[in-house]
Structure formats: C-alpha cells, structure tokens
C-alpha cells in the first residue's frame, strides 16, 4: 500500500469512527457595518454551513447560509433588514460564536416567500456578533437579496486627526 | 468533574421569586413579563420569544408558585419558539435533567408535534447536527405522547427513537432523563428516562425505560439544553394558536445524582 492509499485507509477509518464535527460556521459572505447601506447578494452562491441553528431548534437543513460579521457596539439603535426575491427568507442574529447552538439574539422568520424581513439592534450588548440569511428549505431556499444596515450608531471611533 | 454537582435548578418559583418587583399588586409573586431573548431573571441563559407568547403564570404546576406557559403563534413560521437556555452544561459526559410538563391541546392527530426539550452538545456527528437528545410532544394518534430522538451515530439517520404516551393526559407529568455519552467510537452510551404522573414517585432503580449501546461519543457530551415549546410541525403552526399553550416547571439538572420528585 502506497502513502497516498494508506492515508485515504486512515481518512476513511477516522470517517468510520466518527470524529468531532463542531456545526461551527465562519462569515465568509464579509463585514457589516455602518457604512455598509445596502448591497444586494445571491444567496445561491454560498454554501450550506449549518443544519439547525438557533440554540438547535431550527432544523434548517441544507439551505445555503449567507453569514457575516457585525460588530455592534453600546447603545446601538439602528437594524439589519433584508428582502428576498422569490424565497422565504430567515434572518437571524447570532450572540457570541458562530455555531448552530448559538443563541438567536435576533429571529426575523415572519413573512412568507419575498418578505422582507428585519430587527433592530437595540438594547443589545457590545460585541461581536453573526447575521445569518437562509431558509428552511422549500424550493427555491434562496436568491437574490437586498440586504440594509441602518446605522448603528454610535459608531465605534476608530480613528481621528486634525491634519 | 465534581460528583452530585446540581447544576441548576430551574424552578419558575424561583423565577417569580426574582421577578417580584414586576409583579406589583398581583396576587402572585410571578413575573409578569418573559421579554423576547432577553436575559431573564433567576439562573435562566436566555429567554426565548419569537412568533410565540411567552409567560410566567400561576399556579405553578405540583404546588410551586409559579410555571412557564408557552403556545406557538397560529400560522407561525418554522422559526417559533419560547422558552429557556440553560448554558451552564459544559461538555458533561453524564448528564440528568428533570422537568414537569402539563398541556390541554386536544393533541391526537400524529402530524402534530413540538420539541420541549433540546440537548445540544458542544460536537455534532458526521453530516448531522450538535443535537443529542430531543424530546418532542406529539399527538400518537389517540392520545398525547412524547417522542424522544437520542444521538446514536451507528443508528440510522443518527438518531434512535422512543415514543411512550403520557400517563397522565389531563395533568402534570414528570420528566427525568439521565443520558451517558460514549466515549470515542464505544457504544456504551446509555439513556434512561422516566416518565410519570407528576403525584408519583419514581425512584433510580426503576425507569420507565431504557435506551442501551448508543454510539453517541460524537456529540461530545452536553453543553446547553433548551426548555420550551420549539420546532413545531406545520399541523401543528397551522391548527394551534398561542393560547393552545404548553407549561413547564421545576426544571432541574445534575451530573450523577437521582432527581426524582
């Protein structure tokens, strides 16, 4: 048995054995934040990351999941909204890591197919958090979406001169 | 890991108890408020709300002051819930929980089902989810029942289920599971649960039944589990309003030791 097929055997062994598949998510789809406005972004092109989200509770299957990073600070008062075009469209709000046992600070899953959806920030701690687009499935279980940061303000300061 | 830690012990008395305040001239010391995914008073995680009424009512349900009702909105997207995560878990390779559950719905119809109970560990299996243990309400076609779907990854589509009917339909019924994780590949994980009318005691020797040579070692153990109304089938979104409510009280969980009443 050459290398190459001894280690497809240990890969194959380890498939067999069951290693450790933390639901972990990484927010490949960018950065939000206060300059972003609106942007408009094709579902369909990113990946499935996630089976269930939300504490687990939400079997989400294999629908693509479109994630970013925000990064909100004290007092923030603005919201994240998102409309789909031709697909039910569940926007969500992730506290602290990116995983599908994450808490769903934020759920917005209340219009059907093309409904926009949307939440406010609002009262939330300072912090690192995750906006997670995707669907329950169906067909279509994603699209092309209109997606709007409203400020939220206050904007962290991150640099300042007098020159 | 310390033997017959009590990790938590979730009474929603105890929630009352700290919700007072908000209470005000009421004739219980319940809280009057859940508040949507907030932090909630008492040791609770989070509190859940979407597309759900969520509150603190009283009675409680085996002579406590106050319980936690929860009925999922009518015509309701899959996203539904209220109720509570407890995070305080942390990877726990043996892990106890027991919690009181009573609800009217006139709930037969088989298509119609809610998780009240989610265990989710810090790993999930190969191409599966970091839930390990689940615990749904349902209709068996005749009366209500709870149906629980524990991790086993040898288990085809990962799960193992058990479907066993409430012994007391119209009133309070006792949970308690005691669920033991594989370590590795072994298959010497272990689920035993117990349920009973709430008025009956149960003792550790005696389970109502138990689940054996489950290869659950994947899951990594138990890192938060979720108490509440979750996950409902579209019958039941569709034919159930928010006033078609579950209850739920004297949550409890442990490392080693028997609950019991």
Known sequence: MNFKKTMVAVAAQLLLVGGAYAQTCTPTA??????TGTINVNTCSSTNQLLSACNGLDAIGASPDTIYSVQIGAAATGSIGATPTGYDLKLALLQGTC????TCIRDADNAGAGGAESFSVAGLPAGGYFVLLTSFGGSPDCGATSLTVTPLMPVTLQNFSIN | ??????????????????????????????????????????PWGTALQTQAAVSVTTPGLVSTECKLTVGLNQN??????????????????????????????????????????????PNAAAGGTQNALQVFLIGNGTARGLRFFVGDTVAAG??????????????AN????????????????????????????????????TVTGLSNGAWGGVDQVVLGLAGGSNAWR???????????????SRRQSFIGQ
Do not use: H
């Open chain 1, 30 to 35: 960018g950065v939000l934040n206060d300059g």
């Open chain 1, 99 to 102: 995983t599908a046992g994450s």
């Open chain 2, 1 to 42: 890991m310390k033997a017959n830690v009590m990790m938590k012990t979730l009474s929603l008395a105890v929630l009352g108890l700290a919700g007072l305040s908000f209470a005000g001239a009421s004739m219980a010391a319940c809280q009057a408020t859940w508040g949507g995914n907030q932090t909630p008073p008492g």
């Open chain 2, 76 to 121: 309701s997207s899959p996203s539904a819930k209220g109720g509570a995560v407890d995070p305080t878990p942390n990877a726990e390779q043996r892990y106890r929980a027991r919690f009181v559950t009573s609800t009217a719905i006139a709930l037969t119809q088989l298509n119609r089902s809610a998780l009240i109970f989610n265990v989710v560990g």
């Open chain 2, 158 to 171: 990962q799960y193992r289920q058990v479907d066993i009917a409430l012994p007391n339909q119209a009133g």
């Open chain 2, 174 to 209: 006792r949970i308690e599971i005691d669920l033991t994780f594989a370590a590795g590949a072994g298959t010497n994980g272990q689920l035993r649960y117990w349920v009973s009318d709430a008025a009956t005691a149960t003792t550790d020797a005696a389970p109502t039944g």
């Open chain 2, 238 to 252: 569709t034919n159930f309003t928010a006033t078609d409510v579950v209850n739920f009280d004297e949550f409890d």
